[in-house]
């Protein structure tokens, strides 16, 4: 199993910014995809951005324009830049590491811990 670390969460105004950061303990073919989700109390998991290994991404309708993935593959970090933060993006928001199709199944294996995300007005 792959471990995942998350860092970045924190407070912030709204039309702030924040940088996530997941680390995956090693590369497998189960860290071919990596992706952000997060939850709010008594709502599912909602996938907003993944990326596989050769660099496709895949963002979610309602953080485009906003949040940006990107990778460091030496590292095995993938990253969330969160842009323009407004309350609606209070959230934890978890890492998450799967196969290569899992960018587009949404079917990951492994999973971090979560980081909170709380953006004031």
């Known amino acids: 199993q792959v471990q995942l670390q998350e860092s970045g969460g924190g407070s912030v105004q709204s039309g702030g910014s924040l940088r996530l950061s997941c680390a995956a303990s090693?590369?497998?073919?189960?860290?071919?995809?990596m992706a952000w989700f997060r939850q709010v109390p008594g709502k599912g998991r909602e996938q907003i951005a993944a990326?596989?290994?050769?660099?496709?991404?895949s963002v979610a309708d309602s953080v485009q324009g906003r949040f940006t993935i990107s990778q460091d593959t030496a590292k095995n970090t993938v990253y969330l830049e969160m842009n323009n933060l407004n309350v609606e993006d209070t959230a934890m928001y978890y890492c998450?590491?799967?196969?290569?199709?899992?960018?587009?199944?949404?079917?990951?294996?492994?999973w971090g811990q979560g980081v909170q995300v709380t953006v004031s007005s």
């Open positions: 998450a590491a799967g196969s290569r199709s899992a960018i587009w199944t949404g079917n990951f294996r492994d």
């Open positions: 090693l590369y497998t073919g189960y860290t071919a995809s």
């Open positions: 990326i596989d290994r050769d660099g496709t991404t």
